[in-house]
């Protein structure tokens, strides 16, 4: 069946560090691929998606770009800030019609100051 | 507008016991859902609701979780009777039909002991 695999954590960069957290995917057809996030004590939030190949979806400086050669959807951001201290979840759609979502294990990030 | 509205925030329960979880989706959003977050993992389907049919219950350990979704708004997930693994954060999200995604509820956490 479809699954998400993230690179595992915990990940604790300094503030403005460059940070990169892996995600590779198996689905049949196309999915569409997400990136959610999740702050302590808060529900998951959408950060950022792309629903085709070479498609990048960007929010709040965070980047990743849909590459199915490679089958990846690796979340990126320049210069990360204390408050970007969260768990990070990539995620796809599994089937066309139910949306329904199917995510990696999550990697959390700590960042000090 | 309003989020996800989930109730209670916390629950403590012994095993063999009983819970109910609520969720009040966004409204004019026809699709609910219900995940399982055990702790250290991505969160799992369970449910997946059109309106107050029932699109995807594949996941749903049936033996001991229901869930209904009176009048297309409101829903309920039960647990009846409780294990130890089932300890977990439940999650409810909704979305519209249009792909745009879903916006998750704060949760539930639930401890069984």
């Known amino acids: 069946g479809n699954s998400v695999t993230q690179m595992e954590g915990p990940v604790t960069l300094s503030e403005e560090a460059f940070l990169t957290i892996n995600c590779t995917y198996t689905?049949?057809?196309?999915?569409?691929l997400f990136w959610y996030v999740q702050y302590p004590g808060e529900g998951l939030q959408l950060l950022l998606k792309?629903?085709?190949?070479?498609d990048k979806g960007s929010n709040k400086g965070f980047e990743a770009t849909y590459r199915k050669e490679t089958t990846s959807f690796h979340l990126e951001k320049g210069s990360v800030q204390v408050s970007d201290s969260a768990v990070y979840f990539c995620?796809?759609?599994?089937?066309?019609?139910?949306?329904?979502?199917?995510f990696g294990k999550g990697t959390k990030l700590t960042v000090n100051p | 507008e309003a989020g996800v509205a989930q109730s209670p925030r916390y629950k403590i329960i012994e095993k063999r016991q009983s819970v109910a979880f609520w969720c009040n989706p966004i409204?004019?959003?026809?699709?609910l859902y219900w995940y399982q977050q055990i702790l250290g993992q991505g969160p799992k389907l369970l449910i997946q609701f059109q309106n107050n049919g029932v699109v995807d219950d594949s996941q749903l350990p049936k033996d001991r979780f229901s869930a209904e979704r009176l009048k297309g708004v409101d829903s309920t997930l039960k647990i009846q009777p409780a294990k130890l693994e089932d300890s977990a954060v439940y999650l409810c999200?909704?979305?519209?039909?249009?792909?745009?995604?879903?916006?998750f509820g704060s949760g539930t956490r639930l401890t069984v002991v």
């Open positions: 995620a796809l759609s599994d089937r066309v019609g139910s949306e329904k979502l199917v």
């Open positions: 999200a909704s979305s519209l039909d249009s792909g745009a995604g879903y916006t």
């Open positions: 409204s004019g959003h026809a699709t």
């Open positions: 689905a049949t057809g196309y999915p569409s």
């Open positions: 792309a629903t085709k190949a070479d």
